[in-house]
C-alpha cells in the first residue's frame, strides 16, 4: 500500500491505495478532472498512454504526488 496526494490546484487530499492500481482509477475515485491540465507524478510530465499504468510500474514503493496543474494566463 502506497499513500498517495491526488488533487490539482485547489483541491488535495491523501489516499492510501495499492501500488498495483492504475493512476488513472486514482484520479477518478478523487473525481480530479485529468483532461484540463498537464498531469505530473512526483513533479515529472506524465506521458500520454501513462495514466493506464500502475504505481507499481513506475517504482512507487511508498508515497507520492500525483497532481494535475491547470496553467492560467
Known amino acids: 500500500m502506497i499513500q498517495v496526494t491526488v488533487g490539482n490546484n485547489v483541491k488535495r487530499e ?9 493512476l488513472r482509477s486514482v484520479l477518478e475515485e478523487a473525481g480530479i478532472d485529468y483532461t484540463r491540465g498537464v498531469m505530473h507524478l512526483d513533479g515529472a510530465s506524465v506521458n500520454p498512454g501513462d495514466l493506464d499504468k500502475t504505481f507499481a510500474s513506475f517504482g512507487i514503493a511508498e508515497k507520492c504526488f500525483l497532481l494535475s496543474v491547470v496553467k492560467a494566463d
Open 14 to 22: 491523501r489516499m492510501i491505495v495499492d501500488a498495483n492500481r492504475t
